[in-house]
């Protein structure tokens, strides 16, 4: 489950990291594994089609998130994981 906090910033409810997530630390990471703009990073952006990463960027990207939530992303899974709202739903769901 994921809500806006009193200042506008989306929180994840999750048993991982402490209980919390938050969004800027998913768009943090896309912003330093792609090289775009912040502002370009939104919930329904496309790694692939949107922000131009290629397929050893989206590899490295479900690297950095396996790392920075302490969890392992299987290959079948992974491969469904297109945009910021996909990494969303599957952290929320672990």
Do not use: C, R, W
């Not at 912003?31 to 939104?42: A, I, K, N, P, R």
């Amino acid at each position: 489950m994921h809500f806006l906090n009193s200042f506008g910033i989306i929180i994840l409810e999750n048993k991982y990291g402490g209980g919390i997530i938050m969004l800027d630390k998913i768009k943090s990471i896309v912003v330093d594994q792609l090289g775009v703009d912040e502002d370009q990073v939104t919930e329904d952006a496309s790694f692939v089609d949107d922000l131009g990463a290629d397929s050893l960027d989206t590899v490295e990207l479900i690297m950095a998130f396996e790392e920075e939530f302490d969890i392992e992303i299987p290959d079948e899974d992974a491969q469904k994981i297109k945009t910021v709202k996909d990494v969303i739903e599957y952290i929320e769901s672990k």
